[in-house]
């Protein structure tokens, strides 16, 4: 009996083990569907791109998964491939500065020289930039007023020329057929076009013969007389230092007559001096006529001007008074 008994309690030992496997082997996990192995293979996937992929920026932050502040955007880099750069165009800075000339020598052809009729000749005037912008080759000087003489109407600077500097401006021209003395003005120009203040001259005398000069010049009686002289100044007063003057000279013949004239200036301010172009002859027909003067300005001044015709007969203008203050 007690060797039964044992080797039933072995048997029960046995069977509670086999019991135990059997639980275990019908518990086995069970198979996931396909779509939930494909979502982990993504979510696992986008893990992996999200560590390894590089950063780029596309101008919105992002927060990320816990809602944490957003993140700055990144430059764009490729280890391989190198640093991808966009550039962004810039607009031209406006210098905001000042665009003035000086006159500063004459170069050739003093005023006042003789030429035949047709005659070539390169007026070169040398001038200052006294301004505060450089001037580049699409500043240049422009015709402005008077005589052309057969000139371009603009000739570009070579070159740049800083503020302080100078630069020689060269001007083909040619004499005019006709006898006489001719004026021409002459203004630097920007590259927008617009003038400066300030001009220069060129003042020749054509002397000689020439068909041209013979068929159209009206021919003087001899006893033509000068009636009446006048000049005016457009703006007597005004506010802005330098300024450019422009005077208005105007005289009456009774007859035709060849006519001899000039620009007076004078000033009540101690030291002060003025660039006047010299006499001036043509030959005109009756009837009234008129000449216009231009006077550039730099300085305080007061000052007069006046009308001087001395052929064929002497008479002057009532002077007309002007007042420029600078600094004030």
């Known amino acids: 009996m007690r060797i039964t008994y044992r080797l039933a309690s ?5 069977s509670l083990v086999c019991a135990a496997c059997s639980s275990n082997e019908g518990e086995a996990s069970p198979t996931p569907e396909p779509e939930a192995v494909l979502t982990a293979a993504a979510e696992t996937a986008a893990v992996q791109l999200t560590e390894n992929a590089k950063p780029i920026s596309t101008g919105t932050p992002v927060p990320d998964q816990e809602g944490s502040a957003p993140t700055a955007p990144q430059d764009v880099t490729d280890d391989n491939e190198g640093t991808a750069t966009i550039s962004v165009p810039q607009p031209t800075p406006i210098t905001g500065g000042i665009d003035q000339a000086e006159f500063w020598a004459d170069v050739s052809i003093p005023d006042g020289t003789d030429f035949s009729p047709g005659e070539e000749f390169t007026k070169v005037w040398k001038l200052r930039n006294s301004g505060t912008n450089t001037w580049t080759p699409e500043y240049g000087l422009a015709f402005f007023d008077g005589e ?28 005019p057929e006709t006898n006489g003395n001719y004026l021409g003005y002459w203004k630097m120009r920007d590259p927008a076009g617009e003038f400066f203040d300030y001009f220069v001259f060129v003042q020749i005398d054509v002397v000689g013969s020439s068909q041209a000069a013979v068929t159209s010049a009206p021919t003087p009686s001899g006893s033509g007389r000068i009636t009446k002289v006048k000049i005016q100044v457009d703006e007597a007063s005004p506010e802005e230092c330098p300024h450019t003057f422009t005077f208005t000279a105007s005289f009456s013949l009774d007859e035709a007559a060849t006519v001899t004239y000039r620009m007076e200036a004078g000033s009540d301010t101690p030291g002060f001096t003025y660039n006047l172009p010299g006499e001036i002859t043509g030959t005109f027909e009756a009837g009234s006529h008129s000449v216009t003067y231009y006077l550039q300005i730099q300085d305080s001044v007061n000052g007069w001007a006046q009308f001087h015709v001395l052929s064929p007969n002497d008479m002057i203008s009532n002077p007309t008074s002007f007042t420029l203050s600078c600094g004030s």
């Open 10 to 14: 072995i048997w029960l030992a046995f």
């Open 148 to 175: 052309q003489m057969s000139a371009a109407n603009f000739v570009p600077i070579t070159g740049n020329v800083q503020p302080g500097e100078t630069t020689d401006i060269a001007v083909d021209m040619v004499a």
